[in-house]
Structures are given as structure tokens and as C-alpha cells.
């Protein structure tokens, strides 16, 4: 169901708020511009980033606009199993600091899949930096067609296909804008500002929402105990079935390799922890990052739960009960704000959207133009001139950006109509569609790191077979084949990932290492 509402929900103090919050981010932009002069700097700050910045762009990062609006749909459909995941998260987060982050700085890479190269080969690092590109662009194309629906019920009144299209190409056109500008180190920034932007607004929503309900907090509690809310407030679920997202086991297995895969292998978050000044401070920050995540995480989800006793429990709720149309799941957030939230509070809200849209579409298109430039156009040893890679170091880092800002905002129009048709949970369908690349990567890169073995061949028969054995565990196909042979009807996604993830590192180890890699070249032992 698709929400109609007029934009005047929207006064010309939100829009003013809006407005000065967009302005404030272009500044960063312009400020940064001054110090991306070249490719290290655009790419890499200079490797003289803090830490703590650091921390908290990736937590911006890994919130995105899925979490600011699926996050509350989660809680306001089902229960709070969800924020189980950051288990997984944890566990993940440590082994890419003890493991990851300082093999990376010994390599001294810009692109993390340059390690790949150095263990494999030139072409294992273009294949894996190539399919990478491939996941991001479905991942942060799936992020974007999120963050378009509020904002096209904002605009446009609703958010029916055509808006939504018109909505994800002035949201990417914003983006684009301010990560041309300044490069990593305006990423940074300005996803700091935006993650105080999101806390801030979330916190206030929920204050705002918690008077509007005549319980105390031991009653609102109670409520969501009780048989008709269907124990709301369960965070662990110790199901074995395969079918279920969000259990014990599925944190500690499948989402622990997703969070493993993104802190890892997937330059958009990992770029970020090589602008720090050591791998000390690189493996701080991405562990200080997934932290501070957990209250984040659990604001989100509050919400959703008072979410669920204002819109759905009339009962409670009494003359207080709203008279509208009740929202479906994934509009709920974005109705209360835009009717109920008082003027000024809906233009803070909406910057905080924005921030948590703008902070996941930055860094995207910044991490795909260095992978870009790194591993295709200024590959080492490619035998340029010093004087030609330097033409290309300084000309190609804002195209680059500008063509993966059409890519990226071609995919998200796609997302428009594919999401709709398989009517899946939002935050559900931003992951899922990561495991196509996520599986082959993690393989190839816990082959490089753990073993000895595998070579170029294997390494690329590994990133498709994790494209082909993810696809075959999609619902669309599973549905056809697994009931035929007693298998569940539903694979959840986390699942989806072991499997995939399992079989590509099989594959990548199957080869021994080539006679002509230098042993120096191999994974040197972790300090």
C-alpha cells in the first residue's frame, strides 16, 4: 500500500531546516575540496583521519536510510530478534581487527582487493575489485530506492512509481555533488555531522512519541508482554528453523559472515579504516563503530514498538487513537513524522533521512570510483609513464564518482519495481541482495589471509560460483526445486550466506598457489 498526503505536512520552517542542513554538507564538500588534490588525498585523506571520525562515519555508513526506515518497520511488524544481529556484528568486527585491517596496512593498499593482487596475481585483484563494484551497486542502489520513498512523499505528496523515480534522481544528483567536492575526507565529515543529525532526531521522536501514550513505562512494557502484542519484546529466538532471518544461530553464523564481508572486503566501509594513521587505529575504530551501533540499533527499534501501541492498539490508545488511515510497515515512521510531529521537529527529522541516505550514497560512490581508478586505470606495474598516471591519478577520481552516480541511480530505479514485486521487509531486502558479491569476496579473501593455497583461477571461479549459488538459493528459484527433494520452502538470507560462502572458499582453495607468486607475496602472518 502506498501512502497519499498532501506536502503540506511539509511548513516552510522544515523546509528551511532542510534547506540549511543541505547547505551545511555542500560546505563540507567545498572546505575539503582544498585538500583532495590528488588521488591519495581524494582517496585516502591522506591517511590522517582520528579514529574516533572514523568510528563514527562507519556507523553512519552502516546505518543508512534502510535502518532509519526499516529499523522501526522491523519492530513495529514483528519483535526485537533484529537487534540480535549485532552479535554477529561483534563477533565479525573483532576478527577484521586482529585479522583484516593490519594485513592491509603491511600491504600499504589503497584498494583493499590490491592484497588479492599481491597474493594471486593482477588479475585475481581486478576480478574481485569488479564484483565488489557489482554488490556495492546493488547494495547502496537498494539503500537509495529506500531513502526515495520518504522523500518522494515529501515532494510529491505520495510515493507511487513514477515519483519515486523523480525522488532517487534528485537525491543522487545531492550526493554526487559534495562527494566530487572533497573526496574521502568530505565522506568523513559529513557523515559525522549526519550521524549527530540521525541520533539526534531519533531521540526526539521518541521522547515526542512516548508522551503522546497514557501508560508509564512499566504499563508500556507490560503491553507489549502480553498475548495480544504477541511478546513484542523478544530479543533472542533459539529456532533452528532455516526459514527464519533473525535467530541466535543465524547472528553468530550467517550475519556474523555478512558483517565480516563488509568490514572486511567491501571497499565502501573498509576505505574508511585505511584513512586512519595505523592499523592500530584503523582496528579501533571499526570495533569502537559497531559499540556505539548497539544503542543506536535498539533507538530504532523503540521506536517501531511505540509505533505499533499509538497506530495499533486502539485499545490503549483511547480518544488519543489517530483518525486516519492506519500506515503499512514501511510508511509507518514517515506518517507519524509528517502529520504528527509538530513544525520545525518534521524539517529536523527529514535532515536526519537525509543524513542517513546521503551518508550511505557518498561513501559508495567515492569507494567505487577509487576501486575504479586503482585497480583498472592506475594498476601497478601497468608500465604508464609517471607523468601519464599522474594525469590519470588527477583527472579520473570525480569522473569516476560521476559515472557510477548514473549506475548506481539506474540500479535504485530497478529497485523500484523489484522490491514492490517481492513485497519483502526493507532492511531484509538491503541485505539480501548483498550476499551476491559478499560470498565469493569473504572466500577469496580468508583463502588469501588463512592459507597458502589458490591462484588466479581459482580465485575468479570463486567470485562467480558465489554469484550462481546465491542465485539458486533465491526464493524465486529455491521455491521450485528444494520442497521436490524435502528441503524447506524459505532459505533465509543468512543461511544463504553460509552456504554460498562455504562453497566459494572450497572452490578458492582448490588450486595450489602459482609457481610464479612470490612467497613474500603470500599472506604475511598476522602481528
Known amino acids: 500500500m502506498m501512502i497519499a498526503m498532501t506536502n503540506d505536512h511539509f511548513s516552510h520552517w522544515d523546509w528551511a531546516i532542510l534547506g540549511g542542513y543541505l547547505i551545511l554538507v555542500m560546505a563540507v564538500g567545498l572546505w575539503a575540496r582544498k585538500r583532495a588534490a590528488s588521488s591519495e588525498e581524494f582517496f585516502l585523506a591522506g591517511r590522517s583521519m582520528p579514529w574516533w571520525a572514523v568510528a563514527v562515519s ?14 522501526p518497520e522491523m519492530a513495529y511488524r514483528g519483535d526485537l530478534t533484529y537487534f540480535s544481529a549485532n552479535l554477529g556484528g561483534l563477533l565479525a568486527v573483532i576478527i577484521v581487527a586482529w585479522l583484516f585491517i593490519p594485513a592491509f596496512y603491511r600491504h600499504q ?23 565488489f563494484m557489482l554488490g556495492r551497486l546493488l547494495a547502496s542502489g537498494a539503500r537509495l530506492f529506500i531513502m526515495a520513498i520518504p522523500f518522494s512523499m515529501i515532494v510529491f505528496g505520495e510515493a507511487n512509481s513514477t515519483q519515486l523515480v523523480g525522488a532517487i534522481l534528485l537525491l543522487s544528483l545531492a550526493a554526487t555533488l559534495y ?25 526526539v521522536a521518541l521522547v515526542l512519541l512516548y508522551t503522546r501514550i497514557p501508560l508509564s513505562l512499566t504499563e508500556i512494557i507490560d503491553t507489549l508482554n502480553d498475548e495480544t502484542a504477541g511478546n513484542k519484546l523478544q530479543c533472542l529466538d533459539f529456532s533452528i528453523s532455516p526459514e527464519k532471518n533473525y535467530t541466535l544461530w543465524t547472528a553468530l553464523l550467517g550475519i556474523m559472515l555478512i558483517n565480516l564481508a563488509a568490514f572486511g572486503t567491501d571497499q565502501d566501509l573498509t576505505q574508511r579504516l585505511l584513512t586512519c594513521r595505523s592499523a ?78 546521503m551518508s550511505s550514497t557518498d561513501s559508495a560512490l567515492n569507494a567505487m570510483a577509487s576501486t575504479t581508478v586503482t585497480d583498472f586505470l592506475t594498476p601497478p606495474h601497468s608500465g604508464d609513464s609517471d607523468r601519464s598516471r599522474s594525469q590519470i591519478n588527477g583527472n579520473a577520481p570525480r569522473w569516476a564518482v560521476l559515472g557510477w552516480s548514473v549506475a548506481l541511480t539506474g540500479f535504485a530505479i530497478l529497485c523500484v519495481f523489484w522490491q514492490q514485486a517481492s513485497g519483502e521487509e526493507l532492511i ?6 548483498m550476499v551476491f558479491a559478499y560470498s565469493g569476496l569473504l572466500a577469496v579473501f580468508l583463502a588469501a589471509l588463512l592459507t597458502k593455497r589458490g591462484n588466479c583461477t581459482t580465485v575468479i571461479a570463486a567470485l562467480i560460483t558465489g554469484v550462481l549459488v546465491t542465485l539458486i538459493l533465491q526464493p ?13 520452502e524459505k532459505l533465509a538470507f543468512p543461511w544463504q550466506m553460509v552456504i554460498a560462502t562455504g562453497v566459494c572458499f572450497v572452490v578458492s582453495i582448490s588450486g595450489k598457489r602459482n609457481a610464479t607468486t612470490p612467497v613474500s607475496s603470500a599472506a604475511p602472518p598476522v602481528q
Open 58 to 71: 562507519v556507523l553512519a555508513t552502516s546505518l543508512s536510510a534502510a535502518t532509519f526506515i526499516g529499523g
Open 109 to 131: 593498499v589503497t584498494s583493499v582487493y590490491q592484497l588479492l593482487g599481491d597474493r594471486f596475481g593482477q588479475p585475481a585483484c581486478q576480478a574481485a575489485s569488479a564484483m
Open 476 to 488: 524465486m528459484i529455491w521455491d521450485k526445486w528444494a520442497p521436490l527433494i524435502g528441503l524447506p
Open 280 to 357: 592500530r587505529s584503523g582496528s579501533w575504530s571499526v570495533i569502537a563503530s559497531n559499540l556505539i551501533a548497539w544503542p543506536v540499533v535498539f533507538l530504532f527499534l523503540c521506536l517501531g514498538l511505540l509505533l505499533y501501541i499509538y497506530y495499533q492498539r486502539p485499545d490503549i490508545m483511547g480518544a488519543s487513537a489517530p483518525a486516519y488511515e492506519i500506515p503499512a510497515g514501511r510508511e509507518v515512521f514517515m506518517q507519524y513524522m509528517l502529520i504528527e510531529l509538530p513544525i520545525g521537529l518534521r524539517g529536523l527529522m527529514m535532515a536526519g533521512l537525509f543524513a542517513a541516505a
Open 179 to 203: 562527494t566530487m567536492l572533497g573526496g574521502i575526507r568530505a565522506v568523513i565529515w559529513t557523515d559525522v555531522l549526519q550521524a549527530a543529525v540521525v541520533v539526534g532526531s531519533v531521540i
Open 428 to 433: 531484509n531486502f538491503a541485505l539480501r541482495v
